[in-house]
């Protein structure tokens, strides 16, 4: 059924020129939920006028009426945009009058990068409180650096002393010695606050630093090894955001670790593409997998997996897909366990799920070209009416 709220975002999108219905859905979401809460109402049902300012002369009066969460689980992977939200985020990260200026403009990279280049967690750390969101602007920020490391680098050695410069400037951090980088001024300032572990921010570089000394023709024996790298880079950061908050729940943590492992596989089946066509290899692929559905040859004493069967590839990637939902699953259960000011930090959840719906629509080819357009809810109205089930818990 095209519903009122499908029509508006129709009317929106076109009028700003957005690349898709789906985004504008995404900002109307957050900025209605936002203005509800202010007003003290629920967030169902409730009728009520808005205005909406994109930046100079762009803006326009809407009426919403019974949205419901199921509008903040799908967004498409794209920099757009936000200016309003954006501002607003800057500003609210560094609103101290005694903050120096040095401090204010990293601050404000932080936010720019994880904008740039993580764009489904920027949505979702709008949705933190104040000085949580801070903290993790400055985490996500890290995040961006380290990932980012190796592919922007035009050689695998100085990607790879990139990341060991990092694991240099996480110690000098901790020893309080001043590091002229925007990020890691960003991640002193948050540590000196929050008291974050160290060996969380250790044990994610150290990972991507063992994976970039792995020689490309190097294969994975099993999905838990995967598991592993997954839950060192991206569940240690939803473990240091819950730190810098101040909750501290075994249930939380446990969902977040659940949460982490499944993001972390799904962005690594989502990436196969890239890593195929950079060095002619598929380096996230356990052997094991690969072995199970005849992708596996050896060559000179070497493992490696063909690319010549899309179809099998897709079992593959099914399979592995499978262990990513097994704990967004986990988590789920979990949620109402949770304590509340912790369900912010795990609506990291919802990207996860929207990546497992869009693999699935394609029969979990990783090659369909709709994947690298953004978010599949586009192939139909769908996504206007279909509860993940992971919203109505974290949101």
């Not at 076109?14 to 859905?25: E, N």
């Not at 035009?154 to 110690?171: F, H, K, N, T, Y």
Request: aromatic share 8%; with cysteine.
């Amino acid at each position: 059924m095209f519903s009122r709220f499908a029509l508006l975002c129709f009317a929106l999108s076109s009028l700003f020129r957005f690349d898709s219905l789906v985004p504008c859905a995404i900002l109307m979401g957050l900025v209605w939920k936002q203005e509800l809460r202010n007003r003290g109402k629920q967030a169902t049902g409730t009728p009520l006028s808005l205005s909406l300012n994109f930046g100079g002369a762009q803006s326009i009066d809407v009426s919403v009426v019974s949205l419901t969460s199921h509008f903040f689980t799908y967004e498409i992977h794209l920099p757009l945009p936000l200016p309003l939200l954006w501002r607003n985020c800057s500003r609210d990260l560094m609103n101290g009058a005694s903050a120096s200026s040095n401090l204010r403009s990293a601050f404000s990279y932080c936010v720019q990068q994880v904008r740039s280049y993580d764009y489904h967690h920027y949505l979702c750390l709008l949705e933190l409180p104040p000085p949580m969101r801070k903290a993790a602007f400055a985490l996500r920020a890290f995040n961006v650096e380290t990932a980012r490391a190796m592919d922007v680098a035009s050689d695998p050695r100085i990607g790879l002393m990139r990341l060991v410069w990092w694991q240099e400037a996480i110690d000098k951090i901790y020893a309080d010695k001043l590091i002229e980088h925007p990020a890691a001024q960003a991640l002193s300032s948050v540590i000196s606050e929050n008291k974050i572990s160290k060996g969380w921010l250790k044990r994610s570089v150290e990972a991507r630093i063992n994976d970039a000394r792995r020689e490309v023709t190097d294969i994975p024996e099993t999905i838990e090894e995967l598991e592993k790298y997954a839950e060192d880079t991206v569940s240690t950061i939803l473990y240091m955001t819950l730190q810098a908050g101040g909750i501290r729940s075994t249930v939380a943590d446990h969902a977040a670790s659940h949460i982490g492992k499944a993001s972390g596989l799904l962005l690594l089946l989502k990436s196969l593409p890239y890593h195929a066509s950079r060095n002619h290899h598929f380096s996230y692929i356990p052997a094991k997998v690969a072995s199970n559905h005849g992708l596996l040859v050896k060559e000179g004493g070497q493992s490696e997996i063909r690319m010549d069967s899309r179809e099998r590839l897709c079992d593959a990637v099914f399979d592995i897909a499978s262990v990513a939902n097994i704990h967004l699953q986990k988590a789920r259960e979990l949620a109402e366990k949770v304590p509340a000011e912790a369900r912010p930090v795990l609506l990291q959840a919802v990207p996860a799920q929207v990546l497992l719906d869009s693999l699935s629509r394609v029969q979990f080819d990783v090659f369909d070209p709709r994947l690298s357009r953004g978010v599949l809810g586009m192939l139909g109205w769908a996504p206007f009416e279909i509860d993940v089930g992971l919203s109505s818990h974290f949101l």
